[in-house]
């Protein structure tokens, strides 16, 4: 129970959805079930074979971004297989908590009351808003692969999976910078997404709001709400510190590239790539990591292993006070 509250440090909505944790394993294996299951029909009513399907809904419903073709997604040139995508890439990317909520209570309306969903979604659209104008206007696309290929790949990198169907990379000015970014919100907490998770992203954002009104109203109590629920000082003092130590996980990391002879570029997008469980990144491993050196290699494993493990979970198993009785 250490290490399953340890995996999300800070805020936890409905940790344990069933009395007994093995029952909240086996909820949550049903709904990752469910819609691995519904994905892969989608897929193989959408043109690709059971083959192609199943091993494509695996990486989409797990966020995991491989494909059995080299072009990725991208080899089967179909519209309808990215908007498919799309929608269980945002699915997979939500508090299966609240899918387990919203499947019981038979209501959709659940998704729209939560703070975090809402941020989530509000976020991604407005991504997929400026990226699909931006290459509308400098005409990179056509308005109708522009529109497509934006939401697409907005999606895909904003959720950390990693799905592509271009080279985003040589997207015209801020457009690769910007999908880049978007990666450390990831998906919710709670998720199969990698980054910080939105509702910490959430969190730091509503707390520096207060910090500005308090200091505006220096004798006024202003309490951190999500919804209408009261956010815990603990809460708070969770979620900076998982801050801190992200953001000291990541100088060092980008420190080790840059000292293996990186470039700044390839080296910030690396480590923001394998810390986020991203995948692609910009420069030198936009395509992929195979001419990085050894030493960039073992740093970038470990970069993965801290990110997926939502880094205290890896930490904490290497602190004494964990193993004592």
Known sequence: MQLYRAETPGPIKDTKMTPRITGTAKALFAIYVTLTVACSVAYWFAGMSVFDAVCHAFSTVAIGGFSTHDASIGYFESATILMICSIFMLIAGINFALHFVTWQRHSIIQYLRDPETRFYLTVIAGVCVICCAYLAWSRVLEPGEALVHGIFQTISIATTTGFTTADFSKWPTFLP??????????????????????????????????????????????????????????????????????????????????????NYETAFSATTATLNNLGPGLGDVAANYGETSAVAKAAMSLAMLLGRLEIFTLLVLFTPMFWRR
């Open 177 to 262: 910078l910007l999908l880049l970014l978007t990666s450390f919100m990831g998906g919710c907490a709670g998720s199969t997404g990698g980054g910080m998770k939105a509702v910490r992203i959430l969190l730091i954002f509503r707390q520096g709001v207060r910090e500005l009104s308090q200091l505006i109203h220096p004798n006024a109590i202003i309490p951190l709400k999500l919804g209408r629920r009261r956010v815990p000082a603990k809460v708070v003092s969770a979620v900076w510190s998982f801050f801190a130590v992200y953001m000291l996980s990541f100088g060092c990391i980008l420190l080790v590239l840059l000292g293996t002879g990186m």
